[in-house]
């Protein structure tokens, strides 16, 4: 399998739950990232892994937890969400880490809604 | 506030005219910029890019032209066709000492056949 592959497709969860949304690159790629998609709202990075260490995190609150075990499998852990972190989680994946210049190669996607 | 901004939330075109797309961003110290294209339930996917040494990209039907002055750029299709109809994202990055991306809201283009 080639590219950037997201799993779930969709997910609901109660706001008690712990749920776990994954992504794995078969790309040979250094870096990966996760991004959050609200309606009518830019793109907004929460985490970025460079080489499975963690360069960055962007603010995120702590209900949201990555895991990165190697450079081609990256985990976004979920527990008590709110309902207003239903979004679209993206992942997405890039050879060079400083400013890729060809930009990122994402997943679909994760559509999540907390009930 | 927004650093990347797309003011337009949708455009509908006719098929075979021209699309324009446009970007405006804040920060002058963005060198580097892309446009990515999203279809329903697909990730977004790279579509092209320009440095600021540039002031126009072609591929294809596809040109990005970018005014550095007025901190402007814009994604122009030529002829558009009905399967261009998608979510348009510019993004924009300083290419020294970073490695983030800022994303616009995106722009839904329609062609109409």
């Known amino acids: 399998e080639t590219g950037v592959t997201q799993t779930p497709r969709h997910l609901v969860m109660g706001m008690t739950n712990k749920k776990s949304l994954k992504c794995e690159q078969h790309?040979?790629?250094?870096?990966m990232y996760w991004y959050k998609q609200s309606a009518k709202k830019p793109l907004e990075l929460m985490f970025v892994?460079?080489?499975?260490?963690?360069?960055e995190n962007n603010s995120v609150p702590s209900r949201f937890s990555p895991e990165c075990p190697n450079s081609s499998h990256l985990f976004l852990h979920l527990h008590t969400l709110q309902p207003e972190d239903s979004a679209l989680y993206l992942c997405?994946?890039?050879?060079?880490?400083?400013?890729?210049?060809?930009?990122?190669?994402f997943g679909s996607g994760t559509r999540l809604t907390v009930v | 506030d927004q650093q990347v901004k797309q003011n337009s939330p949708s455009l509908s075109v006719q098929e075979g005219r021209i699309s324009i797309l446009n970007c405006d961003y804040t920060?002058?110290?963005?060198?580097?910029f892309l446009w990515y294209k999203k279809y329903p339930a697909e990730g977004p996917t790279f579509l092209i890019s320009i440095s600021s040494i540039k002031d126009k990209n072609e591929d294809g039907r596809f040109t990005v032209f970018l005014n550095k002055s007025a901190k402007h750029l814009s994604l122009h299709i030529v002829p558009s066709q009905p399967g261009d109809s998608a979510v348009y994202f510019c993004?924009?990055?300083?290419?020294?000492?970073?490695?983030?991306?800022?994303f616009g809201t995106g722009t839904r283009l329609k062609v109409l056949a």
């Open positions: 997405a994946s890039s050879q060079d880490p400083q400013a890729p210049l060809y930009g990122y190669t």
């Open positions: 993004a924009a990055s300083a290419t020294s000492g970073t490695y983030k991306y800022i």
């Open positions: 790309l040979g790629h250094n870096a």
């Open positions: 920060n002058s110290m963005f060198d580097y």
């Open positions: 892994y460079n080489f499975k260490e963690q360069t």
